[in-house]
């Protein structure tokens, strides 16, 4: 049987690694499908050299448009696709807009879907995403969550028990493979920072922080306020880059900008950093795995979990420069001491990998 992924931005690509590797050792076909949705090679091409990631067998090129233009795009691409390969089954990671393309796809084809990351709720609507994981779900024959919490919301939605399985995190699965390989040294004086010394590190994206003017100015202004305390490395997304640039974020000699950073520098600026700030859903998760303290610059979060098992709290743009403070004057917390959610244990890859191939008649 043919299993068909697909994938087509940043935090797609640790997330899908691990489900590939482990289904190589079952008796299925893979056919991996990149949509192009991100495309740089600092968003894209990086993550499968350093990954390992089997170079796509088609990629669509969609590119960057409105919601509904870059949607459509995949739809198109992905139904040729999967009309001509007939799979047995869709494999669908997170909550970008490929992903809910995908789903529609798949579920008019009456081809069985799976959504690896299923069931992660923010409740806020005005997120993109959150539009994308409720459809993506409503249209999911399989549930892979990464938690009980997850589980739950499925459960509150009607979805049936059955089709749930409580499975880890494989992008922690990459994490931890890849662990090994981070180099904080190397990390640090690629970005300009000393030998020493505490540092933060941001990741702004999200519409809601940075897409009008007045957000973004609000953003830079806090931003600045942080850099009062100590450095802040600024990996910047390309959505963010023009938008904070145009309102002054280089006006305080402690802000280090940056182009997007691949998987392993970028992780490896992370674990040595004494604080994180961000409104990413990913980095929310590996700060937890890490034990760096994470302040989430966003009213909500669809990964709770990582508040009351890991190191992430949700900050305002009034609190964020206290809060760091207050980190920054604790220090980091000893190695081992925050606690990890249940199965985020590197092992999510192969529990995944099972249930497909499973449902494919191929255990
Ligand atoms: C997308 C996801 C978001 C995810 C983020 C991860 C949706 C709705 N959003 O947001 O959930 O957190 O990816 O990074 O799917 N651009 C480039 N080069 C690229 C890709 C994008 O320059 O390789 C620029 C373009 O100007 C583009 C903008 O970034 O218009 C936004 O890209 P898009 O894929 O629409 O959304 P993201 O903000 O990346
Ligand atoms: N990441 C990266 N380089 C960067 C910023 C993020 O490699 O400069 C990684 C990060 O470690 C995580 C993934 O990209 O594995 C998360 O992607 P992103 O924050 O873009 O998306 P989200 O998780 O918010 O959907």
């Known amino acids: 049987p043919l299993v068909l992924h697909v994938t087509g931005a940043r935090p797609n690509f640790p997330k899908a690694a691990p489900v590939i590797q482990a289904l190589r050792t079952h008796d299925v076909e893979q056919l991996l499908v990149h949509t192009g949705q991100h495309y740089d090679d600092r968003m894209s091409q990086v993550f499968f050299t350093e990954l390992g990631l089997p170079r796509p067998d088609v990629d669509l090129g969609i590119g ?3 919601h509904a233009g870059q949607t459509a795009a995949a739809m198109v691409g992905l139904e040729e696709v999967m009309t001509t390969r007939h799979p047995a089954l869709v494999v669908v990671y997170g909550d970008v807009n490929s992903t809910v393309a995908a789903a529609l796809v798949a579920a008019k084809l009456h081809l069985p879907v799976a959504h690896v990351e299923a069931g992660l709720r923010s409740f806020d609507r005005t ?15 399989l549930l892979l969550v990464t938690c009980a919490d997850a589980a739950d919301n499925l459960r509150a939605e009607g979805v049936d028990p059955a089709a749930v399985h409580l499975v880890g995190n494989p992008m922690i699965d990459t994490l931890l493979r890849h ?5 904080q040294e190397r990390a640090r004086s690629e970005v300009g920072l000393a030998a020493e010394g505490d540092y933060v590190v941001a990741t702004l994206h999200r ?3 940075v897409d009008d003017r007045e957000h973004a100015r609000r953003a830079v202004a806090t931003l600045h306020q ?8 600024l990996p910047m997304h390309p959505r963010s880059r023009p938008r904070l640039l145009d309102v002054g974020l280089l006006d305080h000699p402690g802000i280090r900008p940056a182009d997007p950073l691949g998987y392993l520098g970028f992780l490896s600026l992370v674990q040595g950093a004494s604080v994180v700030v961000t409104d990413s859903g990913g980095v929310q998760e590996e700060t937890t795995v890490l034990g760096v ?14 508040i009351t098992h890991g190191t992430n709290a949700l900050t305002t743009h009034a609190e964020l420069p206290a809060a760091v403070a207050s980190r920054l004057a604790a220090g980091r917390p000893a190695a081992g001491s ?11 890859g192969p529990r995944i990998a099972a249930v497909l191939a499973g449902s494919v008649g191929a255990a």
């Open 293 to 306: 303290p994470c302040l989430t610059l966003r009213p909500n979060t669809e990964r709770p979990v990582t």
């Open 127 to 141: 997120m993109p995403e959150e539009v994308n994981r409720v459809v993506t779900d409503r249209l999911s024959d």
């Open 207 to 209: 519409p809601g922080n």
């Open 338 to 348: 925050t606690p990890v959610p249940p199965l985020w244990d590197g092992h999510a």
């Open 226 to 233: 942080v850099a009062d305390h100590c450095p802040v490395v």
């Open 179 to 183: 662990r090994g390989r981070l180099d």
């Open 64 to 66: 960057s448009g409105t």
